[in-house]
């Protein structure tokens, strides 16, 4: 269980380093905690998993991102992704808080392939493939901290 405390980004962690990598797969169920209104900001996309490039994450990457929709219930699934330094991002799905899903990140070169299992098709992003990077961990936000203690069943796979 990934727990990220009330007033803050993302639990303490050591960097991972990846190597190789073809494929990040986990099982992932989403608490009532959350649920969260945020105003403004409510569609602001928090992070899940992924993989960062070296020399920075903010140059080439390519994740899971998540957000509450207070107005479905469900929490909106999206990718996530840095290329060449740009920001981009667009929808996937949307899941139901407290059911679990398989969620599949596959590298082939520079392309990538984020899936929820049984919801989607693979979508595919572009992003630079290098033999080295990081394993990109949950983190809240946006420039907003976790409004109150969040929990994120995470299972590798």
């Given at each position: 269980?990934?727990?990220?405390?009330?007033?803050?980004?993302?639990?303490?962690?050591?960097?991972?380093?990846?190597?190789?990598?073809?494929?990040?797969?986990?099982?992932?169920?989403?608490?009532?905690?959350?649920?969260?209104e945020i105003g403004d900001d409510q569609s602001d996309i928090?992070?899940?998993?992924?993989?960062?490039?070296?020399?920075?994450?903010?140059?080439?990457?390519?994740?899971?991102g998540w957000r509450y929709n207070p107005t479905s219930d469900?929490?909106?699934?999206?990718?996530?992704?840095?290329?060449?330094?740009?920001?981009?991002?667009?929808?996937?799905?949307?899941?139901?808080?407290?059911?679990?899903?398989?969620?599949?990140?596959?590298?082939?070169?520079?392309?990538?392939?984020?899936?929820?299992?049984?919801?989607?098709?693979?979508?595919?992003?572009?992003?630079?493939?290098?033999?080295?990077?990081?394993?990109?961990?949950?983190?809240?936000?946006?420039?907003?901290?976790?409004?109150?203690?969040?929990?994120?069943?995470?299972?590798?796979?």
């Open positions: 269980m990934i727990k990220i405390k009330k007033s803050t980004h993302a639990p303490f962690r050591l960097p991972t380093i990846l190597f190789g990598v073809k494929q990040l797969r986990y099982d992932i169920t989403f608490t009532d905690s959350c649920r969260y928090n992070k899940l998993f992924g993989i960062g490039y070296l020399p920075s994450h903010h140059k080439n990457s390519v994740r899971f469900m929490i909106e699934i999206l990718a996530y992704f840095y290329k060449d330094g740009k920001r981009i991002w667009f929808d996937i799905c949307s899941v139901e808080i407290g059911k679990s899903y398989r969620y599949v990140l596959s590298i082939r070169d520079s392309e990538h392939y984020l899936q929820v299992i049984g919801l989607t098709a693979p979508k595919r992003v572009e992003v630079r493939y290098r033999k080295f990077g990081i394993m990109l961990k949950p983190y809240f936000g946006g420039n907003r901290t976790a409004p109150h203690d969040i929990f994120i069943q995470m299972n590798k796979v």
